[in-house]
């Protein structure tokens, strides 16, 4: 009876323990998630602030009517966009889309200067064009270790010994930030 009751108690502790590691553990991955993101929030915020230097850049060289009216409406187009991007601040599809459209609006924007030759021969906006392109390969890099962590942080509380705890603390699945 006796080695009944302590080997209760030993499972007892046992899985206490156990469960107070699995939560440690996926505090620390979520906690790295929210970090990452963040992170990764601040690029793009960073981003959407180069926009409008970029777009009175290009107000400012735009010459002829035709090319000029192609301008403004890939102009407002931006606008909206980047104004939607700004409101959207949690990952998921939504944000993905937002950004995703952005950075083919941010592309129209740039290809500007092929037809405007003034434009493209003016160093702000070419300096404005080089922190853009370095900007876009900063975040497609955090978002690759970011989509990352995600899938381990996922994986990880599917294991069935993390089930439980990541019930109780309702852990949910992450959502991840693809990007192009």
């Known amino acids: 009876m006796e080695h009944t009751l302590f080997i209760g108690i030993g499972v007892v502790i046992l ?20 970090k990452r993101w963040y992170n990764l929030a601040d690029k793009l915020q960073y981003r959407q602030d180069l926009i409008p230097n970029l777009i009175e850049t290009i107000r400012l060289h735009s010459n002829t009517s035709d090319q000029r009216q192609e301008d403004k409406s890939i ?8 104004h939607k991007a700004g409101v959207t601040s949690k990952p998921g599809s939504n944000k993905m889309i937002i950004e995703h459209d952005l950075s083919k609006h941010i592309k129209k924007l740039l290809d500007i200067s092929l037809h405007n030759k003034p434009l493209g021969r003016n160093t702000n906006f070419l300096e404005l ?7 876009e390969y900063t975040i497609e890099e955090m978002a690759q270790e970011y989509n990352a962590k995600v899938r381990n942080h996922n994986r990880t509380k599917k294991k069935f010994y993390n089930a439980i705890p990541a019930f109780i603390m309702r852990y949910s699945t992450k959502k991840i930030f693809e990007f192009e």
């Not at 064009?129 to 900007?135: A, E």
């Open 129 to 135: 064009k080089k922190q853009l392109k370095d900007i």
């Open 15 to 34: 899985l206490l323990f156990s469960g107070s590691i699995s939560v440690i553990h996926l505090r620390t991955l979520r906690d790295d998630i929210n």
């Open 75 to 82: 102009i407002q187009k931006t606008i909206a966009i980047r």
